[in-house]
């Protein structure tokens, strides 16, 4: 940006001349300018550079201070250089799966615009792989983020700041950071579920409040506690349970110890918490319904330069009781496991810089009751159910290429609730997405494709291995299908994607999902168990999707994105009674 001051213009009797480096921010840009050069006469009496702005950007005196003509005595215009850099895009809830995200972040620039703990390479891309969920302004978990920065109250440049690092102690080592959001979400479906859910043309409507304190005691010592309530309601609703009401209740709670070990960043994490450590498309947040899930427990990990191992033990908090603060531990319902994830040395493809990261993990589930329920041919049999998760998946970016590819295969047993009769259990799941981003494109454009297959069984039979792959946790919400009547059971899918980002803060999607079982002997799966028609589908194939989705960060805090989808049935699920549908959903979030 090149300003030029007005004849006469001084500072402290003297004008001056010079370079610098200038937010664009001080200057009263919007939070999306980009790099430019603006010329122009700023009268001294209007100087934009505040007092503030000038420690900020101090400004070097040229050789020659006074610049009077020698002919003329009067002293001549002076060119002020301020060199603007591009301002980073708005990057407040960056989604889960690393690949084809709106803007390509690299590790340096993640850790420059938003605020994660310092990971290293780990940090790359939206920091999902340092273990703790994708981190941009803000985090999925709140307690990923680090303020410390603002320390320094020359940092502050947000009016939430003051909420986000409060100093308890003179020199600032005991301090406390504040973290809310609320989101505003709507559903519409003229035939949900496939049409097998009544009534049709169902409008839903749901809120919920998510507000918690960070409490650091030094530099290895913190507390943590989030509270939440939540309510639903609208026209022709359905499945109003304890994951769309809830009252006020603790739904974090842990305290945590940090210290240097044999080289790593080590921490150990009790109490109830969130848990991000594993693949997206495999186990997420439950972000559709109101509540999402959280785990009582512990957690503890090391991250060196370019390894981190991860291991925990958790049972599910039990969030059905309908009275304030009253949740207790599920004891029914466990999960454990261990993962390690290894960032190769950076290398170069198609002329072009590129990284990626190896994991290996082992995930455990114990289910029992109706999670963990198995599909019959007339039902469900309930029973426990014990599911071993032996995975590995590779993802990074190499150049223009984008990629993620996993698999895991599903062992464990299976026991029925009334004869004790066990049946092993022999699944698997193959999940990759693949894709090409437009270099030095303006639109940020990104084309890829996403397949998955989850095998099935053979629901008549009441012996032998339970072929049937289950992911009872539901993974990331819009990865495999927007208005989630699909689920990871006994399904194979296509979808070739497209995504632009025309703005900074403005991006658009469009998907186009292709559905078949992948046995035709195991029943049709949603994200509750499986469908029933009213007839027989003897059908493979199930339907398409066809799926858009808009996301505007207004600002830095509040969002809004939008949904639409609409399933198509196959003929031969509309024979079995099946129904086509469209879908709407809506979230409106304020979060800081």
Do not use: C
């Amino acid at each position: 940006m090149t300003a030029t001051r007005a004849q006469g213009a001084t500072t402290q009797g003297a004008t001056t001349q010079g370079t610098s480096t200038l937010d664009t921010s001080t200057l009263g840009a919007p939070p999306n300018a980009v790099q430019g050069t603006i010329s122009g006469t700023i009268p001294h009496t209007a100087h934009p550079l505040s007092p503030r702005t000038m420690a900020r950007a101090p400004v070097t005196p040229s050789a020659n201070p006074a610049a009077i003509h020698s002919t003329t005595g009067t002293a001549q215009p002076e060119s002020m250089m301020v060199h603007v850099g591009p301002r980073p895009p708005i990057q407040t809830y960056p989604h889960a799966n690393p690949v084809g995200q709106p803007i390509v972040m690299t590790g340096a620039q993640n850790r420059i615009n938003g605020h994660p703990y310092d990971w290293g390479v780990f940090n790359r891309g939206n920091g999902e792989s340092a273990g703790f969920g994708p981190v941009g302004q803000y985090g999925i978990a709140p307690w990923a983020e680090d303020w410390s920065r603002l320390r320094n109250s020359t940092k502050h440049t947000d009016p939430f700041d003051v909420l986000k690092y409060i100093p308890l102690t003179p020199d600032g080592q005991v301090w406390i950071s504040f973290s809310g959001e609320t989101r505003l979400r709507n559903w519409f479906e003229t035939r949900p579920n496939l049409g097998t859910q009544k009534p049709n043309d169902s409008g839903r409507f749901g809120v919920r409040n998510l507000y918690g304190a960070d409490l650091h005691i030094g530099s290895h010592l913190r507390f943590f506690g989030q509270l939440i309530n939540a309510d639903a309601g609208g026209w022709g609703g359905y499945g109003y349970g304890s994951t769309y009401r809830k009252r006020l209740d603790a739904q974090q709670a842990f305290v945590e110890t940090r210290w240097n070990l044999l080289g790593a960043k080590t921490g150990f994490m009790f109490g109830r918490q969130q848990f991000l450590d594993a693949p997206s498309y495999m186990l997420y947040n439950r972000e559709t319904p109101n509540v999402p899930l959280s785990w009582d427990g512990f957690r503890a990990y090391a991250i060196w330069k370019r390894i981190r191992i991860d291991g925990w033990d958790f049972v599910q908090t039990n969030d059905s009781q309908n009275k304030m603060f009253h949740d207790t531990e599920n004891y029914s319902t466990r999960l454990y496991g261990f993962d390690t994830t290894w960032a190769p040395p950076d290398f170069r493809f198609l002329g072009e810089r590129g990284y990626s990261f190896v994991d290996a993990f082992y995930i455990g589930y114990k289910l029992s009751g109706s999670s963990g329920a198995i599909a019959t041919q007339t039902g469900t049999a309930t029973g426990s159910n014990t599911r071993n998760n032996f995975g590995v998946r590779w993802h990074g970016q190499a150049g223009p290429i984008e990629f993620s590819v996993g698999a895991v295969w599903q062992g464990g047993v299976f026991r029925y609730a009334k004869t004790n009769i066990a049946r092993n259990v022999s699944a698997y799941a193959i999940n990759s997405i693949v894709g090409y981003r437009v270099p030095k494109d303006r639109l940020h454009t990104f084309a890829g494709v996403q397949t998955d297959i989850y095998s099935g069984g053979n629901d008549a039979r009441k012996n032998g291995d339970i072929g049937t792959y289950i992911s009872p946790f539901n993974p990331q919400t819009n990865y495999l299908d927007t208005t989630t009547y699909m689920t990871a059971s006994n399904l194979i899918s296509v979808a070739p994607l497209v995504r632009i980002t025309p703005f900074k803060s403005v991006s658009l999607q469009v998907k186009f999902p292709l559905f078949w079982r992948d046995s035709t002997n195991d029943r049709v799966y949603k994200s509750s168990g499986a469908y029933s028609f009213a007839g027989n589908f003897g059908g493979k194939f199930i339907g398409m999707a066809p799926q858009a989705s808009l996301a505007w960060q207004i600002n830095t805090h509040l969002s809004w994105t939008q949904y639409v989808s609409r399933f198509m049935t196959s003929r031969a699920l509309n024979d079995a009674g099946g129904s086509s549908g469209t879908y709407y959903q809506s979230n409106f979030v304020f979060r800081f």
